[in-house]
């Protein structure tokens, strides 16, 4: 009898330690998903139909709903330690699952993603985020493990690379960018900040590139001068800020200013300066007075800033050339469509192009539920999955698409408090984890929807059609939600 009593006080206790608060938002969004669903697949002649109806897709959602629900019950249930203790062995199973998936699954649409048991089928690339993220949470919570040094870098990018590597031999790209997201958390965790604005010049050099290769200046693609300028106020500004290097600044944004009075006094006397001459004069002559200026200012800042330039130029040239030599024709399609550099809304920017049309036509309120004509004559296409958006949008309008953001960040915003509350490395890494991969996903999949970004297969979290992306986010947040309600043990905030 006392150990019976003493296990319903334990499941009491564990009941209310549980944050319900992330489950209350958990449900909102499920159900609303489910119900975004119904209108984007009942079609106008047949809105008489159950949204119940185990025949259509939101009956069939609701049907994964309620295996979400006792899926993530049964996950509040098990021993939070266990999610720790088996953190590596459940990542390792994952990764011969990913491998084996690319060899054994069916070819679906050029990819090789999906295992099938009998009627249903699984994506393990849903479930492979939640395993690398407790194995990156494992990693951070081993006994003196800090990021100090490139060495400690290898084993968690490597643990972030390896289901990387594996889904893209399933060729399921989409799948694969998500796990980018996870920089974050080795940022979070001490990572230097330097990454992350390198990683956001990267792109930001890849689109100018693209975006404006077809003007020229001074006898340059426009892209290339854009970017070059760019390496210039870079240079400056990281010896300024990053080196806090004063004179050294000073005396590179003089002498950047002095050659272009130069160039343009030439200009104005008949003799143009073709724009490579002028870039690759001045800026060699400046990285080879920082490469002087080393002996007596901060000698590994001052070398970071030269390398960054000459890494950021002969990526410049790459660009172009791995656009047209390693991206297929269909992700150049994509690429060139986001970026407005063509125009197919009847070929490769149809889906978008109706997207955005569906969205448009919403206006403030909406036209409302299921009286979207976007969406009732199946204009847009795959929009009970990766565009679902687009039918909130015109059913909705501004209104409805605010909620859901609204809904989304106080999610992501709870999911952090959780993180920041946690007194163990493994709670608050893996916290941080579930955040960047929900904050991934949302951007992406609305970027796509609206035009701003590619087109690359990402779900709307808890709202796109289909049972492995909505059980591989009830694993990751109900894992986290297990993990946290053991706080009460060290002390509840």
């Known amino acids: 009898m006392a150990s019976t009593r003493d296990n319903n006080d334990d ?6 330690s549980v944050d319900w608060f992330t489950v209350l938002l958990y449900v909102v969004l499920v159900v609303y998903g489910a119900v975004s669903i119904y209108a984007s697949t009942t079609a106008a002649n047949a809105s008489d139909v159950s949204m119940f109806d185990f025949d259509t897709y939101s009956g069939k959602q609701f049907v994964w709903i309620g295996l979400s629900f006792i899926i993530g019950f049964s996950l509040l249930l098990i021993d939070r330690r266990l999610y720790e203790a088996y953190a590596y062995p459940i990542y390792a199973v994952m990764i011969i699952i990913l491998i084996a998936t690319a060899f054994l699954s069916p070819n679906i649409k050029g990819s090789h993603s999906w295992l099938k ?23 951070f919570s081993t006994y003196g493990f800090q ?6 870098y290898i084993v968690p990018v490597g643990i972030i690379f390896l289901p990387v590597l594996c889904i893209i031999l399933e060729n399921e790209t989409g799948s694969a960018l998500v796990y980018f997201s996870l920089i974050f958390v080795l940022y979070r965790e001490g990572m230097n900040g330097f990454v992350l604005f390198a990683l956001l010049c990267a792109i930001s050099y890849f689109v100018i590139v693209l975006k404006f290769a077809g003007s020229l200046i001074m006898g340059i693609p426009l892209g290339t001068f854009i970017v070059l300028t760019c390496v210039m106020i870079v240079i400056v500004l990281m010896l300024l800020i990053y080196c806090r290097s004063l004179i050294l600044g000073r005396n590179v944004a003089l002498g950047y200013i002095a050659c272009a009075l130069i160039a343009w006094g030439l200009s104005a006397m008949g003799v143009h300066i073709n724009g490579y001459a002028f870039f690759f004069t001045v800026i060699p002559l400046s990285l080879i007075y920082l490469l002087i200026g080393m002996f007596r200012d901060d000698l590994n ?6 390398i960054f330039a000459a890494v950021s130029i002969i990526y410049m040239f790459s660009v172009t050339l791995a656009f047209n030599h390693v991206l297929k024709p269909y992700q150049q399609n994509r690429i060139n469509i986001a970026l407005g550099i063509e125009e197919d809304i009847k070929g490769k920017g149809y889906n978008v192009n109706q997207s955005k049309i569906a969205i448009g036509s919403g206006g403030l309120t909406g036209k409302g539920f299921l009286e979207g004509t976007q969406t009732k004559l199946n204009y847009v296409p795959e929009q009970h999955t990766d565009f679902i958006f687009c039918t909130i949008g015109e059913e909705q309008g501004f209104l409805g698409t605010s909620a859901v953001l609204l809904l989304f960040l106080t999610l992501i915003l709870r999911v952090i408090a959780i993180g920041e509350r946690q007194h163990t490395t493994f709670g608050r890494v893996y916290a941080y984890c579930v955040a960047s991969i929900l904050i991934f996903h949302l951007t992406i999949n609305i970027g796509m929807v609206i035009g701003v970004v590619p087109v690359i297969g990402i779900p709307l979290p808890f709202f796109s059609y289909g049972g492995s992306s909505l059980w591989g986010f009830t694993l990751l947040l109900f894992i986290l939600l297990r993990i946290d309600a053991v706080r009460s043990e060290y002390g509840t905030w």
């Open 147 to 152: 990021l100090r040094g490139w060495r400690t």
């Open 117 to 139: 048991f009998g009627a249903v089928s699984l994506q393990p690339a849903e479930f492979a985020k939640t395993t690398t993220a407790l194995a990156l949470a494992k990693l």
């Open 301 to 306: 800042k001052v070398l970071m800033t030269v």
């Open 11 to 16: 499941s009491n206790r564990l009941l209310a």
